[in-house]
């Protein structure tokens, strides 16, 4: 059950900083994989910055929203160079 979790709050934090970020999105899959991507490297950040937004789903969601939008950032900030 924590898999179907962990894919649920992925999709909807790649598409909520898809969405929040200029430029378009990766489509479905790829939103799926840059919002778990975003959700490890949001919790990693906020773990070791002792800040936590909150428990449950929506902290998660907003965790790994913040972390995807730091990746596509770099992404971005890759792809331009």
Request: net charge positive.
């Amino acid at each position: 059950m924590n898999f179907f979790w962990m894919v649920v709050i992925g999709i909807t934090a790649g598409w909520l900083a898809g969405r929040l970020m200029t430029g378009r999105g990766f489509g479905v899959v790829g939103d799926m994989i840059t919002g778990m991507i975003g959700a490890v490297i949001g919790g990693i950040l906020f773990q070791e910055s002792g800040i936590l937004p909150g428990s449950g789903l929506i902290g998660s969601v907003i965790i790994a929203t913040m972390g995807a939008m730091i990746f596509l950032y770099g992404v971005r900030l890759i792809k331009r160079a």
